[in-house]
């Protein structure tokens, strides 16, 4: 019986965890869009161009080309922009103020910039905010994993007090109950 139920419940959690649409344990709704790439990743393949030869249209074209997505969209005409002549804040504008992923169009902008104005290399701009995005993210997930190990603190305690009153101290009261009579 108690196989029983572990199967079940293990089926249930495997439907539940590749089902479209499922709440996460917080009860929000985890979609199946995965939505924009990670700066980080995005950052590393202009990077990746960069250091290839490509100028920094081209890198943006070629990333954009990359991404299948609104993203890589935006990333292609801001490189068509930058190509036909139009200039560097009138490329960017649109993008930039975007409500899903105008923030990390605009994190792209500020490390190309420089590159674009005077010259110099973008390479080492992307690798020191890359480097501090990671760290951003270890930091995040750090404060993450110890706000959920307080939180299952309680309900593991819960689980496990019955139990062990259950299984260790009523039988040694009723071991010491039968020495008494």
């Known amino acids: 019986m108690v196989r029983q139920i572990c199967v079940a419940c293990l089926l249930a959690c495997a439907w539940l965890a590749a089902s479209p649409g499922r709440p996460d344990w917080l009860g929000r ?21 960069l250091s290839q030869g490509s100028s920094i249209s081209g890198s943006l074209a070629q990333t954009g080309r990359a991404l299948s997505c609104d993203y890589g969209d935006d990333l292609v005409r801001v490189a068509g922009v930058l190509d036909s002549g139009g200039g560097w804040s009138m490329a960017w504008a649109r993008v930039c103020t ?27 701009r992307i690798k020191a905010e890359t480097a501090r995005l990671d760290v951003e993210g270890r930091r995040g997930l750090q404060q993450a994993s110890a706000r959920l190990s307080v939180q299952i603190l309680l309900p593991t305690g819960l689980c496990i007090l019955p139990a062990f009153i259950v299984i ?9 109950a039968g020495f008494l009579t």
């Open 168 to 176: 260790g101290v009523i039988p040694c009261i009723a071991s010491f």
């Open 98 to 124: 975007g409500p899903v992923y105008g923030q990390d169009m605009a994190l792209l902008k500020g490390c190309l910039e420089p590159s674009w104005k005077t010259g110099t290399s973008a390479g080492t």
């Open 29 to 49: 709704l985890v979609l199946a869009d995965e939505g924009p790439p990670p700066i980080t990743l995005v950052l590393e393949m202009v990077a990746a161009c």
